[in-house]
């Protein structure tokens, strides 16, 4: 069950970001350019404080009209992603943001203590998605800053993790036009907090040995679970699933995607396991063309 706060503790988090302002600096990155973009490394202030690293990368080509569309990328579960270069490449400004300890962001703050999963789990103030959605949120926010970035035309596409934060992102964020997610984590928690497969298996872990806290760890998830935020996406949504997937099986996933009620699109492939798909990268590029114009 969805909490009855729910929508009053997200205007009061989105609110709370805002009082840090975003403080971006960019620094020249050659070594992560090519001849069709040029990519600066970007530090920023996230939600309470925390400085964030990101790639921004800006493709090089004269555009039609002064602006350009964007589209936010961050990492799976590992934390670490390449710049998906064939995204400036083909038109679109990319903001390669690592959320907090996550990737480059790990030299600004690390995890002290437990997992990204487990950190706080049963204090939905301070659980680690909380400051990691905003993060998100931010990246958004370092777009909308960029003269160069047509503010209209925002998208996001992420795998596995990064999925589940894409969906987040779409159901806090009403500035994204569209959002591809690829295989998406952090979803349904009543039923992934039995998976016994990584990275979901630390909440397994976790129940197991804090019983007592069962409960208190589900209503704090429940703040984060897209199974409840799914509602509020406004924007065409596309998303995978792989039928072999044991990392992030569809069960978890399938729920979630029935709850949105944006125009959306699902992908199952009846082989395809928690990895990438040539098929389904095809599909995201046409929706990312279709929706953001490049």
């Known amino acids: 069950m969805s909490p009855a706060d729910l929508h ?5 988090t989105k609110e709370e970001l805002q009082t840090t302002p975003v403080n971006a600096l960019l620094t020249d990155a050659p070594e992560h350019s090519g001849r069709e973009y040029v990519t600066s490394m970007v530090q920023m202030d996230s939600f309470r404080g925390t400085r964030l690293r990101a790639w921004y990368s800006v493709p090089t080509d004269p555009f039609l009209g002064g602006t350009l569309p964007a589209v936010l990328v961050v990492p799976g579960y590992a934390g670490d992603k390449p710049i ?5 490449v083909s038109g679109f400004t990319v903001l390669t943001l690592y959320p907090r300890g996550q990737g480059e962001s790990r030299q600004e703050w690390a995890l002290e203590h437990s997992t990204k999963l487990t950190y706080y ?16 949120v931010r990246g958004l926010d370092f777009l909308a800053s960029r003269p160069e970035v047509d503010t209209t035309r925002l998208g996001m596409w992420s795998r596995s993790q990064g999925g589940g934060l894409t ?16 295989e998406p984590f952090l979803c349904n928690y009543p039923v992934s907090i039995t998976v016994t497969t990584a990275p979901y298996r630390e909440l397994y872990d976790y129940v197991a ?41 569809a069960h978890t996933i399938l729920p979630v995607f029935d709850r949105i009620t944006a125009p959306k699109a699902l992908h199952v492939y009846p082989d395809l396991t928690h990895a990438p798909c040539t098929d389904f990268n095809a599909h995201a590029m046409h929706w990312l063309r279709r929706y953001l114009g490049a």
Do not use: S
Request: negative net charge; aromatic residues 10%.
């Open 84 to 88: 998906p270069t064939h995204l400036a």
């Open 8 to 12: 009053t503790f997200w205007q009061r």
């Open 167 to 182: 969906l987040a992102t779409a159901a806090l964020d009403q500035r994204l036009r569209v959002a591809v997610a690829e």
């Open 121 to 136: 789990v049963t204090d939905k103030e301070q659980f680690y998605y909380r400051g990691g959605y905003m993060d998100c």
């Open 209 to 249: 040995a804090h019983p007592a806290e069962r409960q208190a760890m589900l209503d704090t998830l429940a703040y984060f679970d897209p199974m409840h935020l799914a509602p509020w996406i406004q924007c065409p949504t596309l998303v995978n699933v792989g039928m072999k997937d044991t990392t992030c099986p």
